[in-house]
């Protein structure tokens, strides 16, 4: 059989995974089907209220710009409830105590500081839209990173990983995920 002899999933350049499928051949963005799995891990933890911090052995230091500051102030209780401990040093300086467990070798003070670009600025009372925000940093920056190379059993759980989502083809904030090259476009390509 052929398909006893051939793997699974195949890796491209440390960046797409690919596997067949039915129709033909499914190519996977392997960063942005890992932040869409984080992502929808981070949103079910936040709802379930299962947030675990990890304190940092060293705190790191972030020294925030003034509007840096009042977005941070509008969005700390969201980010305490989601595993992150900051102490306030005074002049806009915060020392970054703990963060969520699922975030080892993260660098903490680039996580915090993206999570305040990215946090919505028009309303700071729409609680889910800001946990969806920040939980969309935290798998930004958690995901794997282009051109990591992936053994055949990563390749497999991020596979399935993906397929227990409730949204395989795009990342939370609508990057396409996946593609189908179709039997009969490969056949055509290859005349």
């Known amino acids: 059989m052929l398909a006893e002899k051939s793997p699974v999933h195949y890796q491209y350049k440390g960046k797409y995974v690919m596997t067949t499928v039915k129709s033909g051949l499914m190519i996977i963005d392997q960063h942005r ?4 799995i984080l992502y929808e891990r981070y949103m079910q933890q936040v709802q379930a209220h299962r947030n675990s911090a990890q304190k940092l052995l060293f705190p790191e230091v972030i020294q925030m710009s003034v509007s840096e500051s009042v977005i941070f102030h509008k ?6 409830s989601m595993g992150f401990e900051l ?9 970054i105590n703990a963060i969520p467990a699922d975030l080892e070798g993260v660098n903490a003070v680039l996580l915090v500081r993206d999570m305040i670009a990215s946090a919505p600025e028009k309303d700071a009372s729409a609680v889910e839209s800001i946990y969806s925000s920040l ?12 051109g990591q190379v992936l053994s055949n059993d990563e390749m497999e759980e991020l596979v399935n990983g993906l397929f227990a989502c ?20 490969i056949e055509h390509l290859l005349g």
């Open 87 to 95: 102490t306030d040093l005074g002049g806009n300086s915060y020392a």
């Open 135 to 146: 939980a969309l940093s935290m798998a930004r920056n958690a995901a794997i990173p282009q």
């Open 33 to 36: 089907a890992h932040v869409r």
């Open 75 to 80: 969005v700390l209780p969201e980010m305490t």
């Open 166 to 185: 409730s949204n395989v083809n795009y990342t939370p904030d609508g990057k396409k995920v996946l593609c189908i090259l179709k039997q009969q476009e």
